[in-house]
């Protein structure tokens, strides 16, 4: 073994850069946050061959003065902290000192900047070594211009780990994207090998940003709240559950401005979205959390990327409280998205203009049986035909329930109902199902989690961590319908369960439940293992598909929907009922012609 003795600045410089400089939306990210930091109001970024080749950012900060440009690529040089009372209440995107000496020690670096009331501006520039720097004078505007070229050219290795062009770009793209989310008062652009991909100007308006970062879809659909409580203030947007995909591409999360990607976060946005969303399809949400500094650690990750909170069960509960409460009103959710749909049009003001072959009333297909066809036919000429009365005592349109009244069943699967904005049609299975459930849910919290004792108790060895937290949360388990002993140094025996869970992997529902219990200082793991099985319990006591209803039935359903909370959205992760325009019923009837 060799003898120990104190590397050199250069290496000390690449094995941080190992932790700093991970792919060139790293870089971008480091050179962004000090524009930031600088108090930009504007940035460019000009990137080639995936920011390899060059990455260029530009902007109109405050500058640097000529006799700080080495010290700005020396290493554990910074401005932004003083003393460990600066570290603890950290402000700035930066602070650790790392970054310009990481970059500059494995590309091709220059730093160009006048500092305000600068005679003019100075450029240091760094061939893959700090040490080896030279600065020279230079024209350019108030601001600084960082030029990394040929990134890792002196650590050739390094290269081999990036991936396809492609991807680099889109990680470039979304490191840029987040930044401007995160500041709409800065202007944001980028530039691929001279083609601009997209611009944003300096603007107050939250709204519009999210509208050109995140687009139409999202921007225009998306609940916007904002709460407040105990030193935690959290705003944002949320995307209605019904409108969810597969895909994750919008979910982004800043804490006192930064971009983070943490556990604690994500956990409790999906444990929020749990009860409302299948587990095939994502959450979408922009939201911003802020809280006082010394009560977040943003020094835990090289790049920055990671946080720790000082109390991160009450910032866990503040999350989830917030955003369940967000998506309990799932109608005003249902709403939104309705309207951005195509304009209804009134049936009863447009039916008699259509030509013939166009005719909803006679294209509909009926329930089977002479009596359900005229009670049907009644029931539709009753709404269709201004001044009539409508079912169920309504005398006029705005009498007409939220789900309107019945017309017709569908292939014995769908309801077609109209209400005063035009066509509805209510799947009446995930309807009903889902309405069930909701009964039982409310069961459920109003009797409490019954325990039942296993004939043969269950012997189990567990990790210390796990047994640690049997010991501490005990009573926590206890009102979860969890019952254990400590028989040994990690030999525990179960004794009761929950009555619903008592055919369930017991082993598996134990280790999972103490596993949150250690991670987050509590578990919903049981509350999602009774959902699924109150889920299942409620697809088989529904109404079956292919059952015939009478009109009274189809109306009875409606208004149980209306009473019932979230009855809109299905166990399955898709709205039970959706409203048609006449453009798209028309559209639909083409086609089947």
């Known amino acids: 073994m060799a003898a120990i003795q104190v590397l050199p600045p250069q290496l000390i ?23 930031l930091d600088a108090g930009a109001t504007r940035i460019d970024v000009d990137i080639e061959d995936a920011g390899v080749r060059l990455l260029r950012v530009r902007d109109n900060g405050k500058g640097i003065p000529k006799d700080e440009l080495p010290l700005a690529i020396a290493s554990h040089a910074t401005s932004k902290i003083q003393s460990l009372d600066d570290l603890l209440r950290v402000g700035s995107f930066g602070f650790r000192g790392e970054a310009l000496a990481s970059i500059a020690s494995v590309a091709d ?6 500092a305000s009331g600068a005679a003019h501006a100075w450029r240091i520039h760094s061939p893959g070594n700090p040490q080896q720097a030279e600065i020279a004078p230079a024209a350019h505007p108030q601001g600084t211009t960082i030029e990394v070229r040929d990134l890792f050219f002196n ?66 659909n998306a609940l916007f709240f904002e709460h407040e409580r105990d030193g935690l203030h959290l705003w944002g947007w949320l995307q209605p559950p019904t409108l969810a995909r597969e895909r994750s591409d919008t979910q982004y999360f800043f804490v006192n401005g930064r971009a983070v990607r943490d556990k604690v976060l994500i956990h409790a946005v999906r444990q929020a979205y749990a009860d409302v969303l299948h587990g095939a399809r994502q959450p979408s949400y922009v939201l911003h959390l802020a809280l006082d500094a010394e009560s977040v650690d943003v020094n835990v990750h090289p790049a920055k990327l990671e946080v720790r909170f000082r109390e991160a069960r009450r910032v866990h509960d503040f999350l989830f409280s917030t955003l369940h409460h967000v998506m309990a009103d799932q109608r005003a959710g249902a709403r939104d998205s309705a309207q951005a749909l195509p304009e209804s049009v009134d049936l009863r003001s447009q039916n008699a203009a259509l030509p013939p072959q166009h005719s909803y009333q006679t294209r509909l ?37 939220p789900l309107g009244f019945a017309i017709a069943q569908l292939h014995g699967v769908y309801i077609l109902a109209e209400n005063a904005d035009g066509l509805i049609i209510v799947d009446m299975h995930a309807a009903a199902e889902r309405m069930t459930y909701e009964r039982f849910k409310q069961a459920l919290e109003h009797d409490g989690i019954r ?49 619903l869970l008592a055919q369930s992997n017991i082993s598996r529902l134990v280790s999972d439940t103490l596993e949150e219990l250690a991670q987050h200082g509590h578990s919903r793991h049981i509350e999602e293992a009774f959902n699924a099985v109150l889920s299942s319990m409620a ?55």
């Open 13 to 35: 410089n690449q094995i941080a850069a190992g932790e700093v400089v991970e792919r060139p939306s790293s870089v971008l990210k480091e050179l962004v946050e000090n524009s």
């Open 109 to 114: 670096f220059s730093l160009t900047s006048q």
């Open 155 to 220: 650590v050739p290795a390094r290269r081999k780990f990036l991936r396809a062009e492609r991807t680099e770009l889109h990680h470039l793209d979304e490191v840029l994207r987040r930044m401007a989310l995160a500041r709409p008062d800065v202007g944001f652009s980028l530039n691929v090998a001279g083609k601009n991909q997209w611009r944003t100007e300096e603007s107050a308006d939250a709204k519009q940003r999210l509208r050109a970062l995140s687009g139409a879809g999202f921007a225009d």
């Open 365 to 401: 297909s009926l329930p089977v049986g002479a009596s359900q066809v005229q009670e049907t036919l009644a029931s539709y000429q009753a709404l269709a035909q201004p001044g009539s009365n409508a079912p169920e005592n309504a005398d006029h349109a705005a009498e007409i329930p």
């Open 451 to 499: 325990r039942q004792p296993l004939l043969v108790p269950m012997t189990l060895e567990l990790e210390a961590r796990h047994a640690d937290a049997a010991h501490e949360h005990s009573e926590t388990l206890s009102q979860l319908g969890l019952v254990l002993d400590q028989l040994g140094p990690g030999t525990w025996v179960v004794r009761e369960v929950p009555t």
């Open 539 to 593: 697809c088989h006591g529904s109404v079956r598909a292919g059952r015939r209803l009478s009109m009274s039935e189809m109306n009875a359903l409606l208004r149980d929907m209306e009473a019932t909370p979230r009855a809109d959205q299905c166990n399955h992760g898709r709205p039970t009922w959706t409203r048609l325009s006449m453009a798209q019923l028309d559209k639909m009837f083409m086609r089947g012609q």
